[in-house]
């Protein structure tokens, strides 16, 4: 059953996150050697680790939320579109957390294509999985979506956040669960209202 999206507030968002980790955390990610939830709690124990602001820990952290509020489903190597689960996890959260954040979610697709297009080694970088979904996400951008990728007002976060996301797939790596970085999400939550 879908979540009544609508009924959601921000003393409620959350929890309902928070739910979604624990019920959810442990589908798989994209042909990765880690699960959803880990991917994520990877990217924010990173950041968190090198002392990132707030704004980075928590986008890190919700960056692939779209992967389970979108109606499309989860991503899988036998895909041969978009998914756009980057529009899907923004549209959630844009009611709740400042633009620095959604910005980071709704851009994040869009960074690793602008990272292809400026940055030629970037690309040598990418997983197997990721190369495949750059190519159903229009592969490397061309000159003028590099143009106008640049004047987003929040570029060296949603590139950061970027990093984060291929950072985040190591098996080895422990993390706090969801729920340590909670209180965190709130201040990001209560900072926007």
Known sequence: ????????TPETIVAFIGDIFDRRGEEEYLGEPVN??????????????????????????????GHFTSEFGTFTMDDTEDR????????VLERFFP???TDCVRFHVAAKRYLC??????LKR????????????GGPMNAEEVATF??????????????LDDAGKRPDMKTPDYWHFAPMVQRMVDRHT
């Not at 297009?117 to 970037?122: M, N, V």
């Open 36 to 65: 959803m939830g880990q991917h994520m709690l990877q990217g924010a124990t990173i950041a968190e680790q090198n002392g990132q602001p707030e704004e980075i820990i928590v986008a890190a952290l919700l960056h692939d939320i």
């Open 126 to 137: 990418l997983s197997e999985a990721s190369l495949h979904s750059l190519n159903l996400q």
């Open 117 to 122: 297009a400026t940055r030629p080694e970037y």
């Open 1 to 8: 059953m879908k979540p009544n999206i609508d009924a959601l």
């Open 84 to 91: 756009y689960h980057e529009d899907a996890g923004a549209a």
């Open 150 to 163: 640049e004047q987003n007002a929040n570029l060296d976060q949603i590139i950061a956040v970027r990093y």
């Open 99 to 101: 633009s620095v954040v």
